[in-house]
């Protein structure tokens, strides 16, 4: 089935040490999205790429870097987590841009812990 | 903001009852979508209504759009213990940006 893949679906890290988590997805969608959600809150736009081209929320911190190396994969950097970085981390993907048409498809999360 | 507002927080049902939860938002959009969230995973699209349609229905599932209100209601019928879950709407902005913005949601317990 196409899907939206996220790895790992736990990640624990230690303050200040840079993590990365994964996401790939089978649906050649031309968007991807990455979405910070703390507890009880709504999802918050972190960036998006359209195929190659990266677009960043102006209130994401600079703590936080992506990369899409193919269609399929896009990581999530934090260069130095602090602890109210601790949160999921939800990938999505859309067919193209215009959300007049597009749902988002989601993966099932990484929750990030930072000690 | 834009962001839409659900209403209520929480709602606890009986299994067979009906739910209802509302969605206020401040600005035109585009279109208005709902989402559902099991504890701990990721969001499911359940159904996207234009801003040109007033009802949409999707299996026990009927939503309603009222642009002069700039509201939404999602109305799940005959409820199950496996609809509890957190629904979240979300608006894509007028003038076709890629971004939707989510409210922070209803967290909907269906008890058996």
């Known amino acids: 089935d196409a899907m939206v893949i996220q790895n790992p679906r736990y990640q624990v890290t230690q303050f200040g040490k840079p993590v990365t988590l994964s996401c790939s997805q089978t649906?050649?969608?031309?968007?991807m999205y990455w979405y910070q959600q703390k507890s009880s809150q709504a999802p918050k736009l972190l960036f998006h790429?359209?195929?190659?081209?990266?677009?960043n929320e102006a209130d994401t911190p600079d703590n936080f870097q992506s990369r899409r190396p193919n269609t399929s994969f896009c990581f999530l950097d934090i260069r130095s987590p602090g602890l109210g970085d601790a949160a999921m981390y939800l990938c999505?993907?859309?067919?193209?841009?215009?959300?007049?048409?597009?749902?988002?498809?989601f993966g099932p999360g990484t929750r990030l812990t930072v000690l | 903001s834009q962001q839409g507002e659900e209403d209520p927080q929480a709602l606890s049902i009986q299994e067979g009852e009906n739910a209802t939860m509302n969605c206020s938002y401040k600005?035109?959009?585009?279109?208005l979508q709902w989402y559902r969230q099991n504890s701990g995973r990721g969001l499911v699209h359940l159904i996207l209504?234009?801003?040109?349609?007033r009802e949409k229905h999707s299996g026990r599932l009927r939503v309603t759009l009222d642009t002069s209100k700039k509201s939404s209601s999602l109305l799940i019928t005959a409820s199950r213990a496996a609809d509890t879950a957190s629904y979240f709407c979300?608006?894509?902005?007028?003038?076709?940006?890629?971004?939707?913005?989510f409210g922070k949601g209803t967290k909907l317990t269906v008890n058996p």
């Open positions: 649906l050649n969608h031309n968007v």
């Open positions: 979300a608006t894509g902005r007028k003038g076709g940006s890629e971004k939707l913005v």
């Open positions: 600005t035109s959009i585009n279109n």
């Open positions: 790429y359209y195929d190659k081209d990266f677009n």
């Open positions: 999505a993907t859309s067919r193209d841009l215009d959300s007049s048409y597009n749902e988002q498809f």
């Open positions: 209504i234009r801003s040109n349609e």
